[in-house]
Nanobody, 115 residues
Framework: QVQLVESGGGLVQAGGSLRLSCAASKTIFRINTMGWYRQAPGKQREMVATITSGSSTNYADSVKGRFTISTDNAKNTVYLQMNSLKPEDTAVYYC?????????WGKGTLVTVSS
């Protein structure tokens, strides 16, 4: 059973930066898309950023210009560099991997941005 393990969350002041990482416990073959979603208290889970196997990226409008998604395919790892963080970025961030018809989710890492 493949597990996705996120790390890098924590408490940061507004304007600060964090880097999230997500590593798979086993090699995942035929990855189509990797990405990050988040869920703030009382809100639905929303897409933050995704990257395809062809390196095409997609970002939520709210994070464009501030967040950058990248991967290390050799390590089956996806990263999210978050700069200029705002209190509204506070949420649990979930790693996501889609391999053909199989979707994997991490358990989430909490990011808290204080004002």
């Amino acid at each position: 059973q493949v597990q996705l393990v996120e790390s890098g969350g924590g408490l940061v002041q507004a304007g600060g930066s964090l880097r999230l990482s997500c590593a798979a416990s086993k090699t995942i073959f035929r990855i189509n898309t990797m990405g990050w979603y988040r869920q703030a208290p009382g809100k639905q889970r929303e897409m933050v950023a995704t990257i395809t196997s062809g390196s095409s990226t997609n970002y939520a409008d709210s994070v464009k210009g501030r967040f950058t998604i990248s991967t290390d395919n050799a390590k089956n790892t996806v990263y999210l560099q978050m700069n200029s963080l705002k209190p509204e970025d506070t949420a649990v961030y979930y790693c996501y991997v889609r391999a053909v018809t199989i979707v994997y989710w991490g358990k989430g890492t909490l990011v808290t941005v204080s004002s």
